[in-house]
C-alpha cells in the first residue's frame, strides 16, 4: 500500500507561480505512475498530466502544457508539480494519485487548494 501527502497550494496572482509536492510512502516500489488531477468547484474531475515514475516520461492535458512541468524526486519518492503562468481558471483542488502497472489510479492524496485570482 501506498500513502501520499500533498503540500504547496496557495493562492496566487494571475501569472504567477506554484510548486505543489506529492510525497511517497509505503510500498513506493510498486509505483507505475503518479498523475496530477484537478477538480474545480460545480465541475467533474480534471486530468492535469502524469508522470511515468521509473522513466520519467510525461504527458499533460492540452489546457496546461507549455505552463506546467511534472517531475519527481526517485531518492525521495516525491512528485511535483510546477504550475507556471497560472490563471484564474487554473483555481481548483489538486490531489496527486498513483497507479501500479495495469491498474487504475487507486491511491489518493488529500488534495491541496490552489487559488488564482485576476
Known amino acids: 500500500q501506498v500513502q501520499l501527502v500533498e503540500s504547496g497550494g496557495g493562492s496566487v496572482q494571475a501569472g504567477g507561480s506554484l510548486r505543489l509536492s506529492c510525497a511517497a510512502s509505503?510500498?513506493?516500489?510498486?509505483?507505475?505512475?503518479m498523475a496530477w488531477f484537478r477538480q474545480a468547484p460545480g465541475k467533474e474531475r480534471e486530468f492535469v498530466g502524469v508522470?511515468?515514475?521509473?522513466?520519467?516520461?510525461?504527458d499533460y492535458a492540452d489546457s496546461v502544457k507549455g505552463r506546467f512541468i511534472i517531475s519527481r524526486d526517485d531518492a525521495e519518492t516525491i512528485g511535483y508539480l510546477q504550475m507556471n503562468s497560472l490563471k484564474p481558471e487554473d483555481t481548483a483542488v489538486y490531489s496527486c494519485?498513483?497507479?501500479?502497472?495495469?491498474?487504475?489510479?487507486?491511491?489518493w492524496g488529500q488534495g491541496t487548494q490552489v487559488t488564482v485570482s485576476s
Open positions: 509505503g510500498h513506493t516500489s510498486s509505483m507505475y505512475a
Open positions: 494519485a498513483t497507479r501500479r502497472q495495469g491498474r487504475e489510479y487507486d491511491t
Open positions: 508522470i511515468r515514475w521509473f522513466t520519467g516520461f510525461t
